[in-house]
Structures are given as C-alpha cells and as structure tokens.
C-alpha cells in the first residue's frame, strides 16, 4: 500500500513536471524572421479552446466552467480586438463546429502539429531531425478551410491550466520548509497562426500566464499581448 | 488513445527517468542496420530514433522526423512468440507472431497489432507480393484513424527470414504528410538488403 | 487541441473521472417513487442551455421530449461539471470511434428513451466502436455505449436495465456527490490510487482518457447498488423482463472467469476488462431476489438480435483483437445459444483455433470453418481458411476448389492479387 503512493506520488509529480518542463522552455523561444501579413488579411480566429480548474488543497484539479468560460470569451474579444487593431479583418470560427469533412482534418492535424511543436520546445522530447527547423506544415488541404470560411489566416489558441485555491497556497509554503514541491496552477496558453494559402504554420507561440488573469478582462488583454508578442500581424 | 499521445508522456515520464533525460538519439543518411534487426535499409535523410520512448518490444524500432503522429517509419525483426507491440504485463493478450504463418495471416499480424495500439478500425488494402531483403513478402497499404479521428494511411511490408519475420512499416496522416512521404518510403522499402 | 491538452493539462483531466460509469456491488434498495424527487428544479428554465450546448448527432427528432433538468449555473461545482461533460462529449462526437449507423443509433437510443421515461429528453447518445463491456451518463446527458457492451448482452430487455443502470446514476446525481467526496482528504488519496492504477495501466497518457478513468474512478458501492435498483425499476416499469439484470452480471462474471489471462481471472469479482469496482455477488443476489417477486416482462431477444446482426461480424472480429480466446469463446457460445447466426459463429470458432495453435486446434479449426459454410451467413473468408488449411495438408486441387470460392464470394477481397497468385501457382507449376 505504502509502495503504491510512493509510485502514485512519482507520477503525480511527473505530470506537473511536465508542464514545468514545457514552460522552462519557453525561454528558449526563438526569434523568428517573419514577414507582417499583408494588409486586410482576413484572419480567422479559431474559439480560443479554454480550459480552467481551481488546484484544491488536496491537489486535486476541480473544473470551474465560470473561469473556463469567462477566459474563452476575454480570449476571443482581445485576440478579435487585436487582430482587427492591426487592420486585418477578424472572423470566428469554433473549431468543435467544423470537425467533419476535410475541414475536420486539418484541424484534428493542427492539433497534432501544434503537439509535436510544443513536444519539440521540451528538451527531452527535442527531436534531432528539428533541431535547427521550425517551419511546420499543415499542407495545402487548408485552403479548403480558407475557401469555406473566406479568410486568408487561421489563429488557434489553447489555453489550459489551473488556479491554487487559498487552502493550497498554504500547503505549498508549508512544503516549500519541508522541502516537497507542490505545484501551485498555472496556466499555459499556445497560439499559433496558419497561412491558408500555404499551410504553414507562419508563427507560434507558448506562454505560461503569469500575473495576467485571463478570468479578466485586463488580464485577458494583457495576456494576449504577450502572447501574440512577435505575431506577424 | 494514438501512440503518440503515450509516445509523448512516456517521453516525460518514463524515458526522462530511465535515460536521465539523454537526449532522441539522431540516426544518419545512408545505410542503417537497427540493432537486432535482420536487415539493412538505406535511409536518403536523418531521422530522429524515438524506440526508447514509444513502448514497443525489443527488435521494434521507431524513427520519425517530425514526431511519431507526423510519420513513423517502423523497422523490425520479430522472433517466434514476439509481439509488434509491449502490453502492460506478461500475462495481458496480444497478437503474436508465429513462424508458421500465412501470407495473410502475417497481414492480420500488422493489421491487429495497430488496433491494439488504439488505431481506429484498421484495414489493409492492396495486398500484393513483394521481396524484402530478397526474401518473398507481403506488401500492403493501411487505412485508420486515430481515436481523435484523425485520417492515418500506411504502408507495410513484411517477409520471413528463417523463423523470424523482417517488417517495414510507415504511417503518416493521410493529410499532406504521407504523400509527401510516399515515395521515400518506396525507396526505403526497396533498398532491404540482409 | 486535444494533444496540447493532454500535455498540457494531464493532472487536470482527472477530475472527469466523476463520470457516470457503471461499475458493481451492493445491497440498498431505495423506494423507487422517491428518485425523481431529490432534487427539485431550481427555478431556471430547461431550455436555457449553455450557448455552446452540443447538437448530438443522428438523433430522430421527432420523439425527443425536453430535458427534465436545468443546466446549472456556470459557477457551481455541478456546472463545473458539466463544462467537462460538454468537452467530453464533444471529443466523443468527433472521434474516430464514434459509430454512425442511423438504424443502430436510433435503435439504441428508442431504448433508453423507454426506460428513461420522463428523463429521455436529457440523453444525447453515442455508441462507440470499442471491445470492452462499458456504458456511461454523464451528468450533462451525454451518454455512451460501447459496441462491446451491445454484443455481450443478450437481448433488449438486458439492454433496457443496463441503460437504465446509467440512467439511475445520472438521476442521483452519483457524479456531483462523488465529486463532493473527493474534495475532502478522502480525495486525495482517491486521487492517488486513480493515478496508480492509471499507471499500472502501464501508459501514463492513458489517464487522460475519459474512460479509462471514468472506471478507475467508479462509484460507490451504495451509489452502484443503487442504480441497479433503479435500472430494475424502470426497466420493469417499462415492461421488460424484471430477471434481465440479474442475468446479465452473472453472465459477465462468468466471462471473466473465462478468460485467458490469469490476471483477469483472479480479479474473480470484476465484471470486465476495466473495472475496479468488484461486482460482488451480493448485488446479484439484490437483484435476483427481486426478479423473484416479480411476474411478466418480455426479453424481446429476436427483436435486439435483429438489431445487433448486421454488426455482428465486426464486433466479434474486433473482440478477437484483443487476443483472450477464452472470453472470445465463452461470448460465441452465448451467441449461438438460441441456434442462430451459426455461419458467422463457427467461423469465429474456426478463428479463435487458427489463431490459438494448440494441440488439435487445426483440426478444430477445419471442422468449424467446414460446419460455418453450411450456413448461408459464413462470411466470404472461410472459404479463404479452408482452402489455407488444404494448401497446409498438400491438397493443392481443394486448395484452388475453395480459393476460387472465396475469390468469387468476394470479388473486391484486398487480397485477390495474392489469391490468384496463389491459384496460379497451384494450378499451374504446382500439380
């Protein structure tokens, strides 16, 4: 029984590990030359995919749909906002609407692309074949999801994560004495713009939300600045 | 659940731990021999060897470039009562391969073998003789999804040598990447030599 | 995103675990009349749905009622929730496991609507392509029954008490208390042993799966205790035959018994591949006890057989993946207990002794492919086997006879290239 929470622990800790291990490479982020999208691109903003959970005293993750729900639309009012201040004419799409037919293909591929992207910033998952290569593709079937929703660019942004409660705040600084880790939420958000013409993926990026709380309107727009931060709009 | 979702976990979880988060070993352009592996092929770029985080059985190597949901390319050498996949434990079920096997029944090896990695409602297409490595085989094309739904296709070939069975295997999302992919693989497939 | 989600979000994904799952044991009998009662509407509107509520597929739109319940506000636990429902089921409808037949579908759910009664406008149904014995209600309606679970039950009135089972589940709101439960301290050890059992599975990733977790997780014993009572209730209410449940888990543990790994078998109180919650002997004795009161109530086992037949040969193709013959086996012979489908069962049999390689099992295997072709349901493929075998024994002439059988049941066959290759040989060069 004893053995079985040591392991059960271990993998506890390896599953936030991982997030961390996500984040430290954020850092690590490259600067990439990109030109500005032209002017009066139609960028279509795929419903940022929102999904938060308050970090109980016993670690576990319990949902909030509120914060799930207020952070999706503060996402998708600033990232609009944005992409209309850069004079681009912004659209919405939700992706869940969209899965079948080829549509649905690309954007089940975006998901896996957007995984090896992300796999590809964590060390331990770097492949060798991608050391000194971040140009990613979705093919040229996106031009079928430009097509049929008239846009030139599809932005995509997930946004996962979990906010400590009081109780938990408190249990992280007792452990922190003891010398246990105990993870206190975050939240990770990845975007990532598609050219509809080419399939390319023209930029992405990965932030963990520090201060800025998408559950607010401010923290959203703050959050989506320094996430779309380099964006070639 | 696809492989590569576990691939990618795995990757943190298990394989950090086990290696000490050594780093995807890289493998070169040119003629390759996977160690265990009863023959060669000859590879026309570098790929990325992800075997020690993709939970496979010993003899079963996995090279990608871009990630194993991206492309897979599968290179084998399965010994009598060897599996193309690792199960939890000894005792769980799963398909084996026998050296008394038929031309079909080795297809229904593969076949099976991918649906118990969670590959949709796998189906092979096309069967047709083809020699790996000179020895008189099996090829065929592969339709399945993943559990997300996404379109995958393949292509195996697969021919005993001696009592063990030498299998190349690629997938790749039928979106873009496995055209794009398709007649490298060919090549790989045709340059088997023992 | 669901790649980004899983790596993303892994520890949080197991909250869903409160998912409705149908798991095992039990005493309780609750008055029936009483359950509907528990948890008077609060005030809102049914029809006030979440602006993001999911349009399930395929769902005959003629018949289906209003929901019972109201969606909570967003702010609660209980919306909580059903936020991760909705994400749930939406992953549910676009995977690739989602089953699409409209006959299927409609037939399926035209039985949960019956025993749901008053409830059958809350359901939104999925039937999933998956080997395993499973079904669940989540608390936003979403339900989910998998293809193993409609090949091992044996007629509709079994199926009409494990549905109802869900339903009961979903009625108690066992989901939101087991929520509550794992809050406290008692929570984090749950979490614990959700996660170990999650990695004993082997694949860490896999505790990111709804289902995996949904029967790791469970119920309690009270909680499943009962749903039987409630799945009885009102599959009884419904006219079905009141000795189906108590048929049903038995015949599950005995399919377990049946097994071939000795894992399975030693978990002698488990109802099936994935659960954790035993199925002890007490809930049947519950159930069967009742059944014993009771009078009437019809199977409609021709009916269901009628429904599941066109699936049979995939089902049972898929169940044979899994590779543990003896519940393979133990699934055939209640399939042809009623003396039907004959010609795909005996070549399942002949299957399971091709695959297996035991002593005699060739001979076996010839003998059931042989019995198979005298029905007029043998799928095209046992003249395939039959004529392998001959080719095996050196009986090139039989050989040829039966591929060409097979070539000319299945012209489209994805072998034929390597079929008539063979043919050529044999009948060429070979004799």
Known sequence: ?233 | MSISRRGLLAAVAGGCIASGCATIPLVKAGPYRARGAGFAVTLSRPWSDLTAMSFRPTGVRVLSIDGVQLNQLVIATIEPQGALVRMVDRDTPRPLYRSDMGETELVEFVIDSLATLEYQDPQSTNLRPQSLAGAPGVRFDINTRTEAGLNITGTALVARAGENLNLLMFLAPSEHYYGVFAQEIDAVFASAAT | MKRLAAAMVAALAVTTAAIAQESVQGEQIPPPAATTQDYPADGEPAQQAAPDAIAPPAQPAQTIPPPSRPRPEINTDEGGLWGMSDRAEQEARNSGQLERDPALNAYVREVACRVASDACGDIRLYVMNRPYFNASMAPNGYMEVWSGLLLRVEDEAQLAFVLGHEIGHYRERHALAMLRAVRGRAGAAMVFSIIAAGAGVGIVGDIVYLGTIASVFGFSRENESQADMLGYDHAVAARYDPHAGHMLWSSLLQETQASDNPDVRRQETRASIFRTHPLSADRIEALTARAAQATGGETQRARYRAAIRPFLDSWLRSDLRRRDYGQTWFLLDRLAAAGEDLGVVEYYRGEINRLRRGDGDRERAFQHYTNAIAYPDAPAATWRELGDLALRDGRNAEAVEQFTAYLARAPQAVDRALIEARIQQLSGGGQ
Do not use: C
């Open chain 1, 1 to 233: 029984m004893f053995k079985k929470k040591v392991f059960a622990l271990t993998a506890v800790f390896l599953l936030f590990s991982l997030v961390v291990d996500a984040a430290d490479a954020q850092p690590r982020r490259r600067t990439q030359r990109i030109e500005p999208l032209p002017e009066h691109s139609r960028v279509l903003v795929m419903m940022p995919d929102v999904q938060l959970s308050l970090l109980t005293a016993a670690g576990l993750p319990e949902p909030r749909e509120d914060w799930s729900v207020a952070g999706r639309d503060n996402l998708a009012q600033s990232l609009a906002a944005l992409v209309g201040r850069e004079q681009h004419v912004p659209s919405a799409l939700n992706p869940a609407e969209a899965m079948e037919g080829r549509t649905g293909q690309i954007i089940r591929l975006h998901d896996v692309v957007g995984g090896a992207i992300l796999a590809n910033r964590t060390p331990a998952t770097q492949l060798p074949t991608r050391k000194n290569n971040n140009v990613w593709t979705l093919g040229d079937g996106v031009q079928e999801l430009g097509a049929a929703y008239e846009a030139d660019y599809a932005l995509f942004v997930v946004a996962r994560g979990s906010y400590a409660s009081g109780a938990r705040a408190a249990a992280a600084l007792v452990g922190l004495v003891a010398g246990v880790y105990i993870p206190m939420g975050g939240q990770q958000t990845f975007a990532s713009l598609v050219d509809l013409r080419t399939g390319q993926v023209v930029w992405f990026n990965f932030v963990t939300a520090g201060a800025n709380d998408m559950r607010e309107a401010d923290g959203a727009n703050a959050l989506v600045l320094e996430l779309m931060r380099g964006a070639p709009l």
